[in-house]
């Protein structure tokens, strides 16, 4: 009989766990309140710019390294699945080299730009190549492979793991819940991060981010057509309202970015759809670990997509090695 395991969650981080556990052969069960085509505030997946640019501050370089070389494989054997390579060009206000940025060593064409180049108040950049997703295209896509592998898919809200546990009588959960967290695996350290954004039809072709004082970028959407201009970071707002006045201070820092590449936008008929979602973080970083007959994986703020493989690949590493031998109590890898 083949062992069971229960995934808590259906974002980004529960479906990439679910399909390396179910790739190994185990019954898997993912229990959530949404799946892939659903909308609302609850959780942040669909709403992701999905581009596969690590925080620098965020660490957990292993994880992010193994994500990558995920997608970038799947970029090369299955475009199909909203995964592409894309030209990035990444830009900071507060540092004034590129020293910290440990990823310019994995990251193709990775060059410095010089300083006439870049956007007003920014005193580094540099262009690489990098994956990036298209949510609405790849959610579904991940969907799909998990009916293909058999796993059950139950739509509910759960009140605990130990429920988790008894509906699917699975023998390890993976926690995977997001915000969900806070609750479910009674971590105080977990804060939602609301973040809204607009989608507009346009051909513009490669990822353009600024961090430090701001944070603004422009990412293409492959099969829509269309461009996500954002951003904005709130941290425990959870309305979903859309605060329209947001969309003149997105724009004018999206075309200070860019040389006006968007000027020609009219906020009042371009603007084919306002995203809001939160992201679920931890306040002391990212948790994965072994904790009984649970496995945790949470906290990625949003990065979830940077690292999604990469702590699918340790949750099923942990998941495996417990299966395999007595329970320790709490493990780490």
């Known amino acids: 009989m083949r062992e069971k395991v229960a995934v808590v969650g259906a974002g980004i981080i529960g479906l990439a766990s679910a399909l390396l556990l179910a790739e190994e052969g185990l019954s898997v069960s993912l229990i959530a309140r949404e799946f892939p085509g659903d909308g609302g505030i609850g959780w942040a997946s669909p709403y992701a710019g999905a581009t596969l640019i690590p925080p620098p501050e965020m660490g957990q370089k292993e994880m992010a390294k193994e994500s990558i070389a995920w997608y970038q494989r799947l970029a090369k054997e299955d475009p199909s699945s909203g995964v592409r390579t894309v030209k990035a060009t990444e ?9 910290s940025i440990w990823y310019k060593d994995i990251m193709p064409d990775y060059k410095l730009l010089p300083q006439g180049v870049l956007p007003p108040g920014c005193k580094v950049g540099y262009s690489f190549q990098t994956c990036l997703a298209n949510p609405e295209v790849f959610l579904p896509w991940l969907k799909t492979k998990l009916e293909g592998l058999g796993v059950k898919f139950i739509r509910t809200e759960i009140g605990s793991l130990i429920e988790a546990e008894e509906l699917t009588g ?114 002391g970083g990212i948790r994965v670990e072994l904790d009984g007959s649970t496995v945790h994986a949470y906290g990625f703020k949003g990065a979830g997509y940077v690292y999604s493989f990469g702590a699918a690949a340790k949750v099923k590493r942990l998941v495996l090695a417990t299966l395999q031998s007595p329970r320790t109590g709490l493990a780490k890898l």
Not at 187 to 200: E, H, I, K, L, S
Request: hydrophobic residues 35%; negative net charge.
């Open 91 to 99: 830009y900071f206000t507060d540092r004034d080299n590129d020293d």
């Open 170 to 283: 699975a023998s390890i959960v993976v926690n995977a819940s997001g915000l969900g967290a806070k609750s479910l695996a009674n971590d105080a350290a977990v804060a939602g991060y609301r973040g809204q954004t607009m989608f507009v039809k346009s051909d513009y072709d490669e990822v353009r981010l600024i961090n430090g004082a701001e944070y603004t970028y422009v990412i293409p959407r492959m099969f829509s057509g269309g461009v996500v201009l954002g951003g904005i970071s709130q941290e425990n707002n959870f309305d979903d309202t859309v605060d329209t006045s947001l969309r003149q201070d997105i724009l004018q820092r999206v075309n200070r970015m860019t040389g006006n590449a968007f000027a020609h936008i009219n906020l009042e008929t371009d603007v084919v759809k306002d995203l809001v979602g939160v992201r679920p973080g931890r306040k």
